[in-house]
């Protein structure tokens, strides 16, 4: 029994240490502890993607939860909890002195516990578990400032993530009576006795939500201008990996081929790659452009997953090149959103300037695959990995890769110029995360030898390899140089609203507006319709204000939940 609990001890405190923290930013006389703790909550989750300890059985938690990291799952937490320690030590100097920085922390911890959760799953049931908690706690820190636009980008997300937890639990359940069982690793072979493509088809779009599959993207460029920087990095280097892990762990990827839904992926991922490249250019918002190179890149690794669900033979090379691109992009995208927040405020120091400048072309130079860097690793396993029939797959990644330049060429001239005019220099509490992610992303791209999970490369000398991957940079900034020249700043720019396609379709009801209870109503409507609705409108947004006002209510209701959960499954 006290070996038992030794075993799982690791395991518990990578998932409950940042739920307590929470917990003590719920009480005034806590609160600052609480909040000195906090930045630091990540540390087990950190400790326990290192040690790698023996997989421990919890049969009192939910339905007999199970705990266990394959190298898969190892890579994963390696570099969420890197992201997550980063965003939080940088969230601390972001919000000091803000009135509300207890209120982010709490669903900001209650996120990365559900994130580490879902990592460390060994088991369905924990995994749907975790994964639901870091969803629905999300999206206390992307309405954590209340106004306007961060309600309308909660509303937006919350929609989907209520969508995509109904069709993951229903494709889960039927994934469990088919398979018969519900543990993860080791159990894909079963996965093979799923009939149809309905299962796959209800796991696939469930969890392409959360990894902002097309046009399940809307909800990011939406919620990145509005949540808070440090929030940003998780939201688009960690969690929207979680979607990518649940097709790893769910599809049966290497064991059956799906064409119909294969074609479908694999569309969705290039429509991604290249509609997310051509949104971003046309943006203003510097965070913005990173959350639709972010659609474009995760669009690169949903091609992966559609080639493996075609060519299942195929597949034994793809998931590590997966893993490693995941990765990479992981890393860089945490680095570049941290900068984008330091490049707000620059300071006066010519020598700040210089490096900040540097900090953030390094990582945008590997989102674009330049030769050298670990963006540069990630595409020559994906393209090594595609099957035989995808050779114009391969080209067609080239080509995306002049689109991630022109990304990265508009985000950095953006984030420079907000910085413009500026006096005030970022805390040395934002550079220290910011040069750890930016470092980390350095290291990878020296070779990841020896991590366990990818595979091993090291940076290719050969001319035709650095050629191969140096044209589309080229291109890219030839093509940025040329738009600028033939567009001269003196003229309006094209724009694309942030959701894109959410836009369109709500584009005719544009001038519709629900008015206030008790005011004139439009001649064209009844107030015997209009009044109830007015009223209704008026009730929801008092509750969603509520709700982002009374973070304890939520958190303590989160938690009960949670609690509920534990005891009916013992």
């Not at 996120?111 to 999300?138: E, P």
């Amino acid at each position: 029994m006290i070996s038992d609990a030794l075993t799982a001890l690791p395991w518990i405190a990578a998932v409950s240490w940042p739920m307590l923290v929470a917990m003590g930013l719920a009480s005034s006389r806590a609160r600052g502890v609480a909040l000195a703790l906090a930045p630091w909550a990540a540390l087990p989750a950190l400790v326990l993607a290192v040690a790698a300890p023996a997989p421990a059985d919890l049969p009192w938690l939910l339905l007999g939860a199970r705990f266990e990291l394959d190298d898969i799952g190892r890579v994963f937490l390696m570099f969420t909890a890197t992201l997550w320690l980063s965003a939080g030590v940088y969230a601390r100097q972001y919000l000091d002195g803000a009135p509300a920085a207890h209120r982010f922390f709490a669903f900001f911890l209650v996120a990365m516990a559900g994130n580490v959760g879902l990592i460390a799953a060994g088991d369905a049931v924990l995994f749907y578990t975790c994964f639901a908690l870091m969803s629905f706690a999300s999206y206390g820190v992307i309405v954590h400032t209340g106004d306007r636009e961060a309600l309308h980008a909660g509303r937006v997300y919350i929609t989907l993530v209520i969508v995509g937890e109904l069709l993951i639990f229903a494709g889960l359940l039927s994934w469990a009576g088919f398979t018969g069982g519900t543990r993860l690793i080791g159990w894909t072979a079963t996965a093979a006795q799923i009939p149809g493509p309905l299962v796959t088809g209800l796991l696939l779009v469930g969890f392409g939500i959360k990894a902002g599959a097309v046009p399940l993207h809307v909800w990011l460029p939406l919620a990145h201008p509005v949540a808070p920087t440090p929030a940003s990095a998780v939201l688009s280097g960690a969690m929207i990996k979680a979607g990518l892990l649940g097709w790893i762990r769910f599809l049966p990827l290497g064991e059956a081929a799906s064409p119909d839904l294969a074609f479908w992926c694999m569309a969705g991922g290039l429509g991604a790659a290249f509609g997310g490249a051509v949104a971003g250019v046309l943006q203003d918002n510097p965070k913005v452009t990173l959350a639709y190179s972010s659609i474009s890149q995760m669009g690169l690794m949903t091609v992966a997953i559609g080639a493996g669900l075609a060519a299942p033979e195929a597949w034994p090379l793809l998931l590590p090149a997966v893993v490693l691109y995941a990765t990479h992009h992981a890393l860089a995208k945490g680095a570049l959103f941290l900068g984008a927040g330091i490049a707000q405020h620059p300071g006066r120091s010519a020598g700040a300037r210089r490096a900040m400048t540097a900090g953030l072309v390094l990582p945008a130079l590997a989102i674009a695959g330049a030769p050298f860097t670990s963006g540069a690793l990630a595409k020559l396993a994906l393209k090594d990995a595609l099957p035989p029939v995808g050779g114009a797959l391969a080209l067609l990644l080239s080509i995306a890769a002049i689109g991630s330049t022109l990304l990265m060429v508009r985000f950095v001239s953006l984030a420079l110029a907000s910085g413009v005019g500026s006096r005030s220099g970022a805390r040395a509490g934002m550079w220290i995360p910011w040069a750890l992610l930016t470092t980390a992303g350095a290291v990878l791209a020296l070779g990841p030898r020896g991590i366990a999970g990818l595979p091993e490369m090291a940076p290719s000398l050969e001319p035709g390899v650095i050629w191969s991957l140096s044209w589309p940079v080229a291109a890219g900034l030839v093509l940025y140089w040329t738009a600028r020249r033939l567009w001269p700043r003196a003229r309006s720019e094209p724009r694309v609203p942030p959701g894109d396609v959410l836009w369109v379709a709500t584009r005719p009801f544009a001038t519709f507006r629900v008015p206030v209870a008790g005011a004139r109503t439009s001649p064209a409507l009844p107030g015997a319709v209009m009044e109830p609705l007015a009223r209704a409108w008026s009730e929801l947004t008092s509750l969603e204000k509520g709700l982002t006002r009374w973070y304890t209510t939520g958190l303590a209701l989160l938690l009960l939940l949670v609690a509920l959960t534990m005891v009916v499954g013992r």
